[in-house]
Structures are given as C-alpha cells and as structure tokens.
C-alpha cells in the first residue's frame, strides 16, 4: 500500500518473520458484539469492515483464556476448542483485504465483571483496585502454572483458526499480567514478587510458553505501560528494561501504552488532550531495542501519525478511535483525501456504552457498526426537504441523498453547525469545528441543496415544498449547567 500524502504510515513493516503492508495497526477496543463468548456475524462484518478500510494489521478486543472470570459480557473467549470455527470465519474476512490479525489474549483478575455465581477474584495479592467490592485472594504458584498453560492452549487455538499471532495484555497496571507486573498490586514475597525480574517472571513464562507452542512464525507482541505516571508505579526507566527483557525472551513487538485503568484519562485519554500521549515513552523505549515498538494514545489524524514515524518515535501507530470512526480512515488518507475522513472527536463514547453492558457506538458515526454498509438505495425517490443544519439534520440530509432522494436542506442561519458551532467553543473543544466541516462538506458531494439564512414556516413548507416529505431537525436545545443557572439569576 503505497501513498504519496503519507509514504511512511503507510510502507510495509516486518513484525517478526511476517510483513504488514502498512503501519496502521488497529488496538483493542472493546465491542460487546461477542455471544456468551462466540463470534458473531456482527463481529466478522465490524472487523471486516475495518480490514477493507485499509488496516495493516488489527488487535481484536480482549480474549479471555480461561472460564471462570469474565472482563465483559460481550467480549470473546478461547478457553475451549469450540470456539475456533468462528475465529476462523473473522481471520478468513480480515485476512480477504491482506489485513493480519491478532487477538489480545487476556486474564482480568481483579478486573473481573462481577457475574453472579463468580467466585471471589484472583490477583498477585491481597491487593487490588479502590472500587473492588472485597479484596481478591493471591492466585497460587499451582494456579499461575496453569493459568500459563492456559494462556498457551488459547494460543494454539488461535493459531489452528488462522491468526496471524497474539498481544499479551500486560498494560496499565490492569489484568493479571498487568498486575503482575506492577509494583501497585505484586506485594508477594515468593518467586513471583518482589523486585521487578521477580515480578515480569509470570509474563516471561507465559511468553515462553507461547513460543515454545506455536513456533517463530507466530507473532507474539505485548502490551506495556511505557510508565504508569503514578506514585509507586512503574516508570519509564523501569520500563526500558522490561522491554530489553522481553526482546531476549523472543517477542516481535512492544506495543507502548501509559498509565493505568484507574486513572483512566492517562491510558485512554480524552477529547481536547494532546494527541499520542505516550510518544516520549515509545520513543525511548525505542531506542533500547531492535524490534518494531508502536505508539498509542488518541493518535487521530493521518498526519500526526506520519510524522511520530518520521521523527523515530515509533515504527507503528495504534490507531483505534480513528478506525472506529471511519473505517475507511485508511484507505481516504492513503489517496491524500485526508479531507473525507470522519474525524474522532475522543469523546470516548465507544468505551462509556460498553462499560454499561451495551453495543459499541459513536457519537460522530451512527453506523460504527459496519460503517454505512447499510445505506441501501430507497425503492423509490422521493423529495425531502430537512429543515435545521446541526449535525442531526445535515446526518438525515445525507443519508437520504446516500438513498436516492432529491435533498434540500434549510437552516435560518447563515451557515452550518446549529448548537455546535456553540459548543466549539469552550477550550478543548475546537476539534467539534472538524465535525461541521466534514458533514458539510460531503453534502456536496451527495448532491444536497444547502439554503441558508431562512427561516421556514408551517406555511412556507406547504406553499413551497408541497409534495415533499419533511424532516424536522430544529429542535436542540443547549444545557446550562445548574450552576451557571444559578449564576444567570443572581
């Protein structure tokens, strides 16, 4: 995949003894699109639809590998043999685009979603987050030799249905790898805590046991907190010799995340903050090793992922929001259409929902889903006359050109945006401009009339729009804090 907009983000990068035809990699983000675990068909048409979107390679959300503890109820599983068929069906839809793909193999320990029936949660120690209901009991040395075992039957798994190779989750001081690894939540006194060889020893054993199974052809890659920006954490210090390590032990690839879960802002950070927030760690880390080292961290816009390529602060750019947003954010910035891509705005509305139990969504793209792959042409065209240019009207504008109806589209203002032009505003929200911009501009592309600084009546539509069907898309209301209203009152 060559480009002459961005020629380095999308060259192809040699991950062990596998090439990947560009630098876009996908992360994990979770979906909930999984069944008890399984699968699904919507699973397979959002990763496809991503794959066909230009992806060089994807992460899959997390993958447990073992039964009894859940991290989400809709996230997938591998902890037995049926469910190879349906990953064999997401890698053949991937691998169709010449995209690879690899899942995130992963224990949640103290993490665990607490289902009823769950037995009390695992952990290094008798230590875990502020908001744990109880304090989890220490996993036993028998029990961790298992659990490594696990993991490596899961990736053999994998392996059988047709991956390209696995992440071990071992970030954000988050899982049991993670807290492992972490001196926030290893108190243990035994072989597996500690100092910090010590307490990367499960992870090195968990790695070896992975090679050991599937081989050198098979991709292993672990994700890491470059620094856990907390007191008592990890640091990027600590960090750099980790990575050392886990080159020697046979990885392929770091994958240099920050922070931790409960300082959430710090490993997925929000809208209005910088973009790749954990480059000064990749680029350090970097330096220390020879394998391929990826950043992460709301990287969302072609340009600053070129340029964190060029400057040596990573080799890949890990860009999940931007993917979900638009999945075909590859291919448009490839073609230097940077221009058509639906911007992330790092509301992080993809990860509230399913916190909450329910299906992936967006804020910017109703159809996250599968990315307008459900825009079939209307059995018949029609007139339709939209009435109001916020970001709801100029969506049904849109799609009903997308169908093949004649648009036209009133607003009594003199341009585009509605109350979003408002919310832009406040500082850290200027990226909300970018949203305006991008659906205004498409209109004109779907053959939408645009007619400005007029206001409509009941009686003007019948006059003259009679015969159209009509869209009423006038009605939001700005919400004032209770305490401004106070203020506006006093």
Wanted: charged share 25%; glycine share 10%; proline share 6%.
């Amino acid at each position: 995949m060559e480009s002459s907009a961005y020629p380095m983000l999308f060259s192809p990068i040699k991950v062990g003894t596998t090439e990947v035809k560009n630098r876009v990699f996908m992360p994990p983000v979770s979906t909930n699109l999984a069944d008890h675990g399984y699968v699904t068909d919507d699973l397979v048409d959002h990763y496809r639809a991503r794959a066909k979107g230009g992806v060089g390679l994807i992460i899959t959300e997390v993958v447990t590998v073992e039964p009894t503890y859940t991290y989400l109820p809709g996230d997938m599983c591998c902890y037995d043999d049926t469910f190879i068929p349906g990953w064999e069906k997401l890698a053949a839809a991937v691998h169709e685009y010449g995209c690879k793909i690899m899942p995130q193999l992963f224990h949640p320990a103290y993490m665990a979603f607490n289902i009823p029936g769950t037995p009390r949660l695992i952990a290094p120690s008798f230590v875990g987050p502020s908001y744990a209901r109880e304090a989890p009991r220490p996993i036993t040395v028998d029990e961790i030799h298992e659990l490594t075992h696990q993991f490596g039957d899961a990736a053999v798994r994998m392996q059988k249905a047709g991956v390209d190779g696995v992440e071990v989750h071992a970030a954000h001081a988050h899982g049991m790898l993670g807290g492992f690894l972490t001196p926030l939540y290893n108190k243990r006194t035994d072989e597996y805590g500690g100092s910090l060889d010590a307490r990367m020893r499960f992870l090195l054993e968990v790695i070896a046991e992975i090679r050991e199974r599937c081989g050198k052809d098979f991709i292993i890659d672990v994700r890491i907190s470059g620094d856990e920006y907390t007191d008592g954490g990890l640091t990027l210090n600590d960090m750099i010799y980790v990575s050392r390590r886990l080159e020697k032990a046979g990885v392929d690839m770091i994958h240099v995340s920050g922070g931790t879960t409960i300082k959430r802002g710090s490993a997925i950070p929000a809208a209005g903050t910088q973009q790749a927030s954990h480059a000064a760690c990749s680029r350090e880390i970097k330096k220390h090793v020879n394998i391929p080292v990826a950043t992460v961290g709301r990287i969302n816009e072609a340009w600053i992922a070129e340029e964190l390529i060029e400057d040596g602060a990573a080799d890949i750019c890990m860009m999940g929001r931007a993917n979900l947003c638009d999945a075909e954010f590859c291919n448009k910035a490839a073609a230097g259409n940077a221009d058509d891509i639906r911007p992330c705005i790092g509301c992080l509305r993809c990860l509230n929902g399913i916190m909450f139990g329910k299906r992936i969504s967006c804020t910017v793209n109703p159809d996250v889903e599968r990315d307008e792959a459900g825009y079939e042409p209307a059995a018949e065209a029609k007139n339709v006359l939209v009435v109001g240019a916020g970001p709801a009207g100029m969506e049904a504008a849109y799609i009903a050109a997308k169908r093949g109806h004649n648009v036209v589209l009133v607003d009594k203002q003199d341009e585009p945006g509605g109350e979003m032009r408002i919310a832009a505003v406040p500082p850290a929200k200027q990226e909300l401009t970018r949203v305006i911009k991008y659906q205004y501009r498409r209109l004109a592309k779907a053959g939408v009339k645009c007619v400005f600084g007029t206001e409509l009546s009941a009686e003007d539509i019948q006059r003259d729009y009679a015969g159209y069907e009509v869209v009423l898309a006038y009605g939001a209301e700005p919400i004032a804090p209770a305490s401004c209203r106070d203020l506006s009152r006093s």
